[in-house]
């Protein structure tokens, strides 16, 4: 597995790029959101339904989307710096649900996949042996009226693949590709430094993260909270760990419709 041998190699460089999360406010026009709400429903390979986390997705390819948009990643680049143009990850979904604690990377399915496309054809080049993690944004297309949705980014970063944590095995992964982890080894700050993987979960309330047990969030703790605002981008590292959450007094019925997105480093 290049990618995880990679991460090791690199790893320091992985931590250096580390910073907290932060919001780029007005980062999309209402017609570059109308273009990239577009995008799902006129390009979708198929739709993955998933009726125990209420959520529908239609799979894109991710390296397509900036493919066919060169503007977008002008954008990001503009944003962020160069990144390597080939190997994006991410995803769309529509949702009425919070989602439990994770990390969004390229999962290990993806990976293998890549690998074995590349045994079969001589000329496909493995864009998984030369990629490390970088970013992560993630932001809203739509949002029913009035709705409260907020994302909480924990301190907590695992480099590797994408994984969700879910020690008392509350999660029903159907057709996600993202390694369920019962263990939650592995975790550093921000400095790169070893973190445990139990405390006593702070910040944690069940009305503030309903979907998680007290026991699930044990090992995590919050850098920030921020609201999930169409037009705004909330950016953060690709290896912290981040769950979605519910403030006191906000609406908690919504529908939203929204994308992840992972950049890479070539290495
Ligand atoms: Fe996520």
Redesign the pocket.
């Known amino acids: 597995m290049s990618y995880l041998i990679n991460c090791e190699k690199y790893r320091q460089d992985i931590i250096d790029r580390f910073e907290p999360a932060y919001v780029m406010e007005k980062f999309f026009s209402d017609n570059e959101i109308q273009i990239l709400m577009d995008y799902q429903f006129q390009n979708a390979k198929r739709v993955k339904a998933r009726s125990t986390s209420c959520n529908i997705q239609s799979v894109v390819s991710m390296q397509r989307l900036f493919r066919d948009n060169p503007w977008l990643t002008d954008k990001f680049t503009e944003a962020f710096g160069e990144f390597d143009d080939d190997s994006q990850t991410g995803n769309y979904y529509i949702t009425n649900q919070l989602?439990d604690a994770?990390?969004?990377l390229i999962s290990e399915e993806e990976v293998l996949e890549d690998q074995k496309t590349c045994e079969e054809d001589p000329t496909w080049v493995a864009v998984t042996n030369t990629i490390v993690p970088w970013k992560?944004v993630?932001f809203p297309l739509f949002l029913s009226y009035e709705a409260d949705c907020y994302?909480a980014f924990m301190h907590q970063r695992r480099i590797g693949y994408a994984t969700t944590f879910d020690r008392d095995y509350l999660t029903d992964q159907g057709d996600s590709s993202y390694t369920l982890s019962r263990n939650y080894e592995g975790f550093i700050d921000i400095d790169g430094n070893p973190m445990p993987s139990t405390n006593d979960s702070p910040g944690w309330t069940e009305e503030k993260y309903p979907l998680i047990s007290k026991n699930n969030f044990s090992g995590f703790s919050e850098e920030a909270i921020f609201r999930q605002v169409t037009g705004d981008v909330i950016v953060f590292d690709a290896c912290q760990i981040?769950a979605s959450c519910q403030l006191p007094n906000s609406e908690d019925r919504w529908m939203k419709n929204g994308m992840?997105i992972q950049f890479y480093k070539s290495v």
């Open positions: 989602h994770h990390v969004d992560s993630v994302t981040h992840n």
